[in-house]
């Protein structure tokens, strides 16, 4: 068995830890945990780690592509290591929730999120795994796009450390060979 874990995000120095790449910084965590690290895959557009773990092959991937566009690195990636859609795990931020808050998903719609819309259009389906991590809403009077690409200040920094501890920690337990529904009913909320 394989599994493909992906973190959204947004590629370069100046979107390093903008509320955008919850989804990069939770695979550089585990990246760094398992210790391992990326290289570049022209190829594919992504950046790829890849370990063992239980047994069974693991690529932590970030495509490189930008975040609305997600789907047009992983759909190829997914072909060519020959994944199905139950092989993969997504992990994005999410808006709608507070931020820090794990919510862990089977399937479901973009809910607005491009990174997932893009996913679903290149993946033909809805169908698969997901942690959202959340950033809170825009200030009133904020854009979405201003929100999205901002950093975490303040008391806003500690909540988006601690999401992404417990997204890494959920991660690591559903690779130690537990179910994804387990994994929610330990980690969710």
Do not use: C
């Amino acid at each position: 068995m394989t599994k493909m874990i992906v973190g959204l995000g947004n590629p370069g120095e100046k979107y390093d830890v903008t509320r955008h790449n919850m989804g990069f910084m939770t695979v550089d965590l585990l990246a760094q945990e398992l210790g391992i690290s990326f290289s570049e895959e022209k190829t594919f557009s992504a950046a790829i780690a890849q370990t063992f773990v239980n047994g069974e092959k693991v690529f932590l991937v970030k495509p490189l592509t930008f975040m609305n566009e997600s789907g047009r690195a992983i759909k190829p990636l997914m072909t060519y290591y020959n994944l199905s859609l139950d092989d993969l795990l997504v992990i994005v931020d999410d808006m709608d929730s507070p931020v820090g808050r794990v919510r862990m998903r089977q399937k479901g719609s973009s809910g607005g999120q491009r990174g997932i819309k893009s996913l679903i259009v290149h993946l033909g389906n809805e169908d698969w795994k997901r942690i959202k991590i959340g950033i809170g809403r825009p200030k009133q009077g904020g854009t979405v796009v201003n929100h999205v690409l901002s950093k975490f200040d303040g008391e806003d920094a500690e909540e988006a450390r601690l999401g992404i501890r417990k997204a890494a920690d959920a991660v690591q337990y559903y690779l130690e060979g537990n179910s994804f529904e387990s994994t929610m009913s330990k980690y969710n909320g």
